[in-house]
């Protein structure tokens, strides 16, 4: 079974077509500290902010935004080689917002609930990683929110309870960045839960 699994991955993976997002004549945002530039140069100098934070942003074709966004858009899309992606999460994302029922919302009784705890942070940003890269590389994906600040994804995330060998799912939330780099903005994105 397992081996079908990957087999199927593979398949869907090189049966994928990649874009990347061209806005021409500037840089690609490639950290939150880029992205808030060109939230400043979108307001002061005639430029759209969302077009100027996916320059250089890779999708699966069949899951990219649509260009043009808007009226007098001037972005494209180019048709890319397979890109090699690379996931972020930081291990904070847990240990300082999950963990932390100030901040929360209850999120942190529900991964209790699944034998989980604030100790488990680091293991469970390795396997948000383990889990993100290849679901973004096969379109596993659903495109959530684009705005000033970028192109958000969702990616489901599924783990295995501790106390039993029932599985739950759930979507997270990753941003994209130029280059094939998704970084993890919510570890659990609300909505319901499935167990398997």
């Known amino acids: ?3 079908e699994d ?3 991955r593979a398949v869907t993976i090189l049966s994928q077509s990649w874009v990347r997002w061209i806005h021409d004549g500037t840089l690609p945002a490639k950290t939150s500290e880029q992205q808030e530039r060109n ?3 979108g307001m002061t100098a005639n430029h759209c902010a969302v077009c100027l934070d996916l320059n250089g942003c890779c999708f699966v074709k069949k899951k990219a ?3 043009p966004l808007h009226s007098n858009c001037h972005c494209r899309v180019v048709e890319i080689p397979i890109v090699e992606p690379t996931a972020e999460c930081s291990v904070k994302k847990f240990s300082e917002y ?12 529900l991964f209790e609930s699944w034998g989980y705890g604030i100790i488990d942070s680091e293991d469970l940003a ?3 990683i383990k889990q993100a890269k290849p679901a973004y590389l ?3 994906y659903t495109l959530g929110r684009l705005d000033a600040y970028g192109q958000r994804i969702d990616i489901v995330i599924a783990l295995q309870r501790k106390d039993s060998m029932e599985i739950v799912s759930f979507v997270s939330g990753w941003m994209v960045y130029p280059d094939g780099k998704i970084v993890l ?7 319901n839960y499935e167990i398997a």
């Open 1 to 3: 079974m397992i081996w």
């Open 6 to 8: 990957i087999k199927s």
């Open 39 to 41: 939230l400043f140069i």
């Open 65 to 67: 935004p649509n260009a």
């Open 98 to 109: 999950l963990f932390d029922e100030s901040k929360s919302g209850g999120i942190k009784d």
């Open 126 to 128: 390795q396997e948000f």
């Open 138 to 140: 096969s379109g596993e």
């Open 185 to 191: 903005t919510t570890p659990y994105g609300g909505g």
